[in-house]
């Protein structure tokens, strides 16, 4: 067994955190060279604590990624936030990332709030910075050092992969010598049940608006592989009657394409077809309800 070897690597664990919708997910997914973490452009995507694992000869970083911290006031966001900032406790190193298109320090002081008790190193990341002139990076740079003793502060590109070499350098650099915590060859913790649920989720988010990706939760009812698929029945709850007609669409259309889009990208992760079927039931008003919220691995 590969992991219980007592070699001596670079190897920790960092807690990626941030405000909503900076990128956070979608650097996890860049740094592992897979999808297992869902992105969409709508915030508050991530809800759960999603595990990746970045191998190399001589290094193990095992990266957690979070949802974003907000000010937030529903009990499953409160459960979210609580996630995220819990997950600052027994890390050898945070990245906090912001969003340079929103740059301003005072926006986010909630989030930063958070980083006031932490004794481990935090480096700050400055993402998307493909979408802004470098001249203006300077400026924000300036605010952000005056606002928190940051190890390091790097500007990066999450989704062009630009910067992160450097991040990667610098996370080498804090973390101690140590034995990998995980086999070599795995790259997270979820299990492909979790990933099927995710992926419709994040279909949903994509394919519909406003209250309603907020107000759906996919439970996987079966999961079954043999040689030639995976069978999958999944059932999208929904808070309210209004929502199942929003999911289900005119003649069924939006589920269609959601169970579609769904099954194409969970063909392709998982490496064998997909065989998808999908219900819709309404839970009424679940994301307040402490008991299913439990049921969800939430509290
Ligand atoms: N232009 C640009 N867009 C980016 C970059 N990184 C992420 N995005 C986009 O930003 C949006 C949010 O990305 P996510 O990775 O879901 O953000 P997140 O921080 O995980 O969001 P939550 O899970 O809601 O907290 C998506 O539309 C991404 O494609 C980047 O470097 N440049
Ligand atoms: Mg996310």
Not at 105 to 113: L, W
Not at 272 to 281: E, G, Q, R, S, T
Request: net charge neutral; charged share 25%; aromatic share 6%.
């Amino acid at each position: 067994m590969d992991y219980l070897e007592e070699k001596q690597v670079k190897s920790g664990i960092v807690a990626l955190i941030g405000p909503p919708n900076v990128g956070k997910s979608t650097l996890l997914n860049g740094l592992l060279g897979q999808k297992i973490s869902i992105v969409s452009a709508k915030p508050q995507t991530t809800r759960n604590k999603i595990l990746g694992i970045v191998n190399g000869d001589d290094y193990q970083i095992v990266i957690i990624d979070t949802p974003g911290i907000h000010n937030a006031r529903s009990p499953l966001n409160l459960e979210m936030v609580k996630l995220a900032t819990d997950s600052l406790s027994e890390v050898d190193a945070i990245i906090f990332m912001i969003d340079t298109t929103f740059p301003l320090p005072e926006k986010i002081h909630s989030a930063t709030q958070h980083l006031q008790n932490t004794k481990c190193p935090i480096i700050l990341l400055l993402n998307k910075v493909d979408l802004v002139e470098r001249e203006k990076l300077l400026p924000i740079l300036d605010a952000y050092k005056a606002l928190f003793d940051f190890k390091a502060m790097i500007p990066i590109s999450a989704l062009h992969q630009d910067g992160t070499e450097l991040l990667m350098k610098e996370l080498l650099q804090i973390l101690p010598e140590g034995p990998r915590l995980y086999p070599q060859d795995i790259p997270t913790d979820v299990t492909e049940r979790f990933i099927a649920s995710e992926i419709i989720r994040e279909k949903i988010f994509h394919l519909t608006s406003q209250e309603v990706p907020y107000s759906c939760a996919v439970l996987i009812e079966r999961f079954k592989e043999d040689e030639k698929k995976i069978a999958i029945n999944a059932t999208i709850c929904v808070e309210r009657k209004s929502q199942k007609g929003i999911i289900i669409g005119k003649q069924g259309a939006m589920l269609k394409q959601i169970g579609q889009a769904a099954r194409l990208e969970l063909k392709e992760l998982l490496g064998i077809n997909v065989n998808l079927k999908l219900f819709v039931k309404v839970q009424k008003d679940w994301s307040k309800d402490t008991r299913f919220l439990k049921e969800m691995g939430f509290g």
